[in-house]
């Protein structure tokens, strides 16, 4: 069993598209996370949400736009995409929101603007 | 806001050298992880330290957590191609809940 999917791992796409990014965990976790990984490999984090609540909210274009059903996913949502938004996205998920807890990535969607 | 520093950005090596990875932050932590990314991979948890002056190993790898708990290090003995991808520490400052990623060492291993 995969413990934080991501779907889909890869995603070829027209600038001026949406597209919609979907992650679910199934370790009974509290706080997920997305992290975009541009092609020097640094990652940063965009959100956090705990319990469905968003907690960190980075500096993002409001072009991205998260969502959490439940605490079992978290989606994103983008829209109007340009070419700087390719990158490989992760979501990742922790126990709980807080110091010392150790984060579970999931395999990455890879994005392609073209 | 928070900075963690990490040096080298690359580094090859022959196998069987050894090799380390440096983190700085600009404030004191809380904690500081390590995460290893194989290529194509996803960041993967490899160890936490939180308390000063903490060493922790893994076989071959030594993990150390500053005196002043700003800095650590990341040394792997004799390396093997196995080690090869990309090492990244992970700090949360004091007083914040908030991860944040160096940017990464990437090793590459010459067998």
């Known amino acids: 069993d995969t413990a934080v999917s991501q779907t889909p791992k890869y995603l070829v796409t027209q600038m001026g598209n949406d597209k919609s990014i979907k992650c679910e965990q199934n370790?009974?976790?509290?706080?997920m996370y997305w992290y975009k990984q541009d092609s020097k490999k640094f990652l940063k984090i965009m959100f956090s949400?705990?319990?469905?609540?968003?907690?960190i909210n980075e500096t993002v274009p409001n072009r991205f736009s998260p969502k959490s059903p439940d605490k079992a996913h978290l989606n994103l949502h983008i829209n109007s995409l340009e070419l700087g938004d390719s990158a490989v996205y992760f979501c990742?998920?922790?126990?709980?929101?807080?110091?010392?807890?150790?984060?579970?990535f999931g395999q990455g969607t890879r994005l392609t603007v073209v | 806001g928070q900075q963690v520093m990490q040096i080298p950005q690359y580094q090859h090596v022959q196998e069987g050298e050894d090799f380390t990875t440096y983190c700085n932050s600009s404030?004191?932590?809380?904690?500081i992880q390590w995460y290893k990314q194989r290529p194509g991979g996803h960041p993967v948890f490899l160890i936490q330290?939180?308390?000063?002056?903490e060493v922790k190993k893994q076989k071959r790898l030594t993990f150390q957590f500053g005196e002043a708990k700003k800095n650590s290090s990341l040394h792997i003995t004799a390396t093997q191609t196995t080690d090869v991808g990309t090492y990244f520490c992970?700090?949360?400052?004091?007083?914040?809940?908030?991860?944040?990623f160096g940017k990464g060492t990437k090793l590459s291993v010459i067998p």
């Open positions: 990742a998920s922790s126990q709980v929101y807080g110091v010392g807890t150790e984060a579970f």
């Open positions: 370790l009974g976790h509290d706080t």
């Open positions: 949400y705990n319990n469905k609540e968003l907690i």
């Open positions: 404030t004191t932590l809380s904690n």
């Open positions: 330290l939180v308390k000063s002056g």
């Open positions: 992970a700090g949360t400052g004091a007083g914040s809940y908030q991860l944040t």
